[in-house]
């Protein structure tokens, strides 16, 4: 038993030297780096090297990447429903998951060269084919703008190219289109763009005021832009009329009572807010009708329908809103209008009191008349203390009269 026990821990004390030799070699033949070995003879530049990694291919024009996306989802097959099952099939894509790396800039870039590339087809093409075919491009590419938008800000890109005569006409209608007030149930661009006016409505208002009063902006353009600009500067005053609990409570009856009554000989009763919000929207109205008068000038060479929107907005406005200076506009409309002429009992200068102009005494000058005095009741008409008073000239040339004597006073 002893020689047995002897032998077998040697023998575990060879096995653990052995195991311990051959992880010794296998760690030193880690820490080694690996090469390749060179034939004898060969020439080390005909030996194979690691293939190295094509760099990225640059994105140089977005509308062609755009179309490419765009075919792969029009071609791929329906979505099968998954309601109710979603995190059964959690690797399901709806089809424009495919534009999920690109950015609002880059739709929007698509959308500036898809209507160049549509503008470039169009050798023996009418106009209106053009714009047609430029149109479908730029709807093509702003399509699912919304979608991956990540901030309203990205829509004051759209506002800066509508300023920039440079834009395509096609892009520049189809934005002012998308920013109309029905819009939103038409096109999700529509709804996008509500939260972007609203979120940023004075860089939307400084937008419209550098195109509606343009002399030489597009025609289809400026078209749209007086009615964009019409219904951001009237909106205040149709909200007031229409809120108004008077008029909201005729309508409900059946009988609606028209805008322009407010200004008839006897306008209907309103509540006070509404009367005092009407009169400061309307001169918010009137600051519009100041700016496009220009289009309907005489010496004006606009387009014939240009002149014809401004010349039934103005003449609405005319007729129906509570405007600061109504004769401005109608002006405006016929420049042969002359107002009526008002008498005013003030100075040009103010003051409120009519001076009457005294002789100074010179030669030739005759006297100033001094209007007589009414009879006091109980008086005989003769008698002197109906008299006038003799009149005294004052340094300030108004006649003056010395005070008559109280009769009770000298009764005391």
């Avoid at 549509?118 to 730029?138: F, I, K, M, P, T």
């Avoid at 990205?154 to 005569?165: C, P, R, T």
């Avoid at 951001?232 to 009572?257: C, H, L, M, T």
Wanted: proline content about 11%; glycine content about 6%; charged content about 25%.
């Amino acid at each position: 038993m002893g020689d047995a026990t002897v032998l077998i821990r040697h023998g575990l004390r060879w096995g653990m030297a052995v195991l311990l030799a051959g992880l010794t070699a296998v760690h030193a033949q880690a820490q080694q780096p690996a090469s390749t070995p060179i034939p004898t003879g060969a020439p080390a530049a005909s030996q194979p090297v690691a293939a190295a990694i094509p760099p990225q291919a640059e994105i140089t024009n977005y509308w062609q990447l755009i179309s490419d996306l765009t075919s792969r989802i029009e071609a791929a097959p329906p979505r099968n429903p998954s309601i109710g099952r979603g995190l059964d099939t959690p690797t399901m894509e709806y089809p424009f998951d495919v534009l999920r790396n690109l950015r609002a800039t880059h739709l929007i870039r698509a959308a500036q060269e898809g209507a160049a590339e549509a503008r470039s087809r169009c050798a023996g093409r009418s106009q209106a084919e053009c714009d047609q075919l430029a149109r479908a491009n730029v709807a093509k590419a702003l399509e699912y703008l919304p979608l991956i938008s990540r901030d309203p800000a990205e829509g004051l890109e759209l506002f800066n190219l509508l300023q920039q005569k440079e834009t395509d006409p096609a892009m520049r209608c189809y934005i002012l289109d998308a920013l109309a007030p029905d819009a939103p149930t038409q096109l999700l661009l529509g709804a996008w763009l509500d939260r972007v006016r609203n979120r940023y409505e004075q860089e939307y208002r400084k937008t419209l005021d550098l195109l509606v009063p343009r002399a030489h902006e597009d025609p289809e353009v400026l078209l749209r832009a007086l009615d964009r600009c019409y219904e951001w500067y009237f909106r205040g005053y149709q909200q007031a009329w229409d809120n108004d609990s008077k008029v909201r409570a005729a309508r409900e009856a059946g009988q609606p009572i028209e805008m322009s009554a407010m200004l008839s000989a006897h306008p209907p009763e309103v509540d006070s807010i509404t009367l005092k919000t009407l009169r400061e929207q309307g001169a918010v109205v009137s600051r519009y009708a100041e700016m496009v008068a220009s289009h309907i000038d005489p010496l004006s060479q606009r387009d014939s329908r240009v002149k014809e929107k401004v010349r039934r907005q103005l003449t609405f406005i005319a007729e129906s809103v509570l405007v600061p200076d109504r004769d401005r506009i109608r002006k405006y409309l016929d420049p042969s209008y002359q107002p009526p002429e008002t008498k005013s009992l003030t100075m040009p200068g103010g003051g409120g009191f009519v001076v009457i102009p005294v002789s100074s005494g010179a030669p030739g000058a005759p006297p100033m008349p001094v209007p007589g005095i009414a009879p006091v009741p109980g008086i005989p008409a003769g008698s002197s203390d109906n008299a006038a008073p003799a009149p005294i000239d004052s340094p300030f040339g108004v006649p003056m009269a010395e005070p008559r004597p109280n009769p009770e006073e000298n009764k005391l």
